[in-house]
């Protein structure tokens, strides 16, 4: 069966950096995409950023752009989320997931972690 991974969450200054890795087990299908959600105290779950496990096709919400970056290592079957100039409102705790298109629709995703939490406070 599927398995998924998080690690690299924890505590981080504003304007500090975090690398959060997924490391993902037991494939039975190929899968389209690998994405990245996040989800706050007292707010729904969002959409954050995903890569395509064919050719690497990136896509990121508007309020990451510039900030975070998504890449993978195929060898290791890991993907990764580079978070840098983190604020506040990045706190959450952030799940990967693996889905059918490139997207972050979290309906589309079949398939997800148990999570790593994100605090980003002075």
């Known amino acids: 069966q599927l398995q998924l991974v998080e690690s690299g969450g924890g505590l981080v200054q504003p304007g500090g950096s975090l690398r959060l890795s997924c490391a993902a087990s037991g494939f039975t299908l190929d899968y389209y995409a690998i994405g990245w959600f996040r989800q706050a105290p007292g707010k729904e779950r969002e959409g954050v950023s995903c890569?395509?496990?064919?050719?690497?096709?990136?896509y990121y919400v508007s309020s990451v752009k510039g900030r975070f970056t998504i890449s993978r290592d195929n060898a290791k079957n890991t993907v990764y989320l580079q978070m840098n100039s983190l604020k506040p409102e990045d706190t959450a705790v952030y799940y990967c997931?693996?889905?059918?298109?490139?997207?972050?629709?979290?309906?589309?995703?079949?398939?997800w972690g148990q999570g790593t939490q994100v605090t980003v406070s002075s």
């Open positions: 890569i395509s496990t064919v050719d690497g096709s990136t």
């Open positions: 997931a693996v889905g059918r298109a490139l997207t972050v629709v979290a309906a589309l995703y079949n398939y």
